[in-house]
């Protein structure tokens, strides 16, 4: 491997590497990961930033550009990797069933009452996952022309269309949630919007509920965070993960690595947190 080869690695999500040449033609894709070159799904290259933390370089505006112009499909919010879907939403019923076992709250004889979506895109997780498993889900998501795909539909409740770092469900007074579910879409935040959502969550966690981060995995050879131009985002560490849910005052409960991706694309992770 070259020195450079960590620059033009991508992941699942929806992305995937580009020539160095090309950094500038970007086009959204699953990532590829270090030992996984596919120069068939290469058309766009994360950055390492230069200068300053990988998070300094998130602007939310071209974050919002960018999503407000992709189209509203799985294909669109997976980034030309709708074929991951299916086995992705196998993973999280699978995760979530073994905490289930466990639980003496929410035990899988009985729904959960209430769930959340959290940066849903279309409602993905929402329509082949999580209204199977909860009477009610709401929708956080700031692009609402990927809510209106969901909106209205069976078990659907409150659409939020705010990103994470402006949703304060503690100030809705809506009650709580039994799930609360983040895939995908944390990148979008610094590191400290992040821990200043999640520190926001045991407030409208039900006792036993879940809080559940399920992201593609940065493995930079250097073991840094990679900033994505892109949507302009951050592809965390699974170390730096644990970290920010410590800051947060939250405790890992469970933790898994998906199975069964398509090669070359970054690890995803799932978290299951609650407070401590
Ligand atoms: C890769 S898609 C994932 C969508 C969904 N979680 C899924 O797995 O199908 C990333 C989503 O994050 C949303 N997003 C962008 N900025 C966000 C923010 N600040 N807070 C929450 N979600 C955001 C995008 O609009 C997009 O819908």
């Not at 596919?38 to 960018?66: C, K």
């Not at 994470?164 to 709580?176: F, I, Q, R, V």
């Amino acid at each position: 491997m070259s020195s450079t080869d960590h620059l033009i690695m991508s992941s699942p999500k929806r992305k995937s590497q580009a020539p160095a040449e090309n950094h500038s033609d970007t086009a959204k894709k699953p990532r590829i990961t270090e030992d996984g070159a596919d120069d068939d799904l290469a058309t766009e290259m994360p950055i390492v930033a230069a200068n300053g933390a990988p998070d300094s370089h998130i602007n939310p505006e071209l974050a919002i550009a960018y999503w407000c112009s992709t189209e509203a499909t799985v294909n669109g919010v997976l980034g030309g990797f709708p074929q991951v879907s299916r086995i992705d939403l196998q993973g999280s019923s699978n995760f979530l069933a073994k905490l289930r076992r466990q639980s003496k709250q929410f035990p899988t004889s009985k729904k959960l009452r209430r769930a959340v979506d959290c940066g849903a895109g279309i409602g993905r997780i929402t329509s082949g996952f999580l209204s199977k498993v909860a009477d009610t889900v709401d929708i956080v998501e700031p692009v609402k022309s990927f809510t209106d795909q969901i909106k209205g539909k069976e078990h659907v409740g409150d659409v939020y269309n705010v990103g994470l770092e402006s949703w304060h469900p503690d100030k809705e007074g809506l009650g709580n949630y039994d799930l609360i579910w983040n895939q995908w879409c944390v990148g979008q935040l610094t590191d400290g919007q992040f821990v200043a959502y999640l520190k926001r969550l045991p407030r409208v966690l039900s006792e036993g509920g879940w809080i559940i981060v399920k992201e593609n995995l940065s493995n930079h050879q250097l073991g840094e965070d990679v900033y994505d131009e892109v949507d302009s985002s951050v592809t965390r560490t699974d170390t730096k993960f644990r970290k920010l849910f410590e800051d947060a005052g939250l405790r890992l409960v469970s933790t898994e690595l998906q199975k069964g991706f398509p090669k070359g694309l970054y690890p995803v992770r799932a978290y299951a947190l609650q407070p401590r």
